[in-house]
Nanobody, 125 residues
């Protein structure tokens, strides 16, 4: 019912910045939280940042806190991830995700309802 499309990935040198965008479209879906996860080959999907739609409260993963900032656009159900001071270890495919309803598993778990296809972020040294 929802389609998520990411954009803004690319190649950047260490210390540089990128801004990812994710726009949701479709009908008949609700929005509790939207956020970003990242995953490298052979690794578990890692929570990066999320935002609660009801009040705009944000949550940020330990590894990116202080460098990445998530924001929202209610007019078109979109989220953005401003990534500053990028490090080579940030190299991953970044996935946008949408959760329709509250879950007891918490905001940072990968049990979301809709996912984008991913945006490659590569940070060179």
């Amino acid at each position: 019912q929802a389609q998520l499309v990411e954009s803004g990935g690319g190649l950047v040198q260490a210390g540089g910045s990128l801004r990812l965008s994710c726009v949701a479209s479709g009908d008949g879906f609700s929005t509790d939280t939207m956020g970003w996860f990242r995953q490298a080959p052979g690794k578990e999907r890692e929570f990066v940042a999320g935002i609660r739609w009801s009040d705009g409260m944000t949550f940020t993963g330990d590894s990116v806190r202080g460098r990445f900032t998530i924001s929202r656009d209610n007019a078109k159900i979109a989220v953005y991830l401003q990534m500053n001071n990028l490090k080579p270890e940030d190299t991953d495919v970044y996935y946008c995700a949408l959760r329709q309803y509250y879950r007891l598993t918490g905001y940072s778990t990968p049990d979301h309802d809709f996912w984008g296809k991913g945006a490659q972020v590569t940070v060179s040294s």
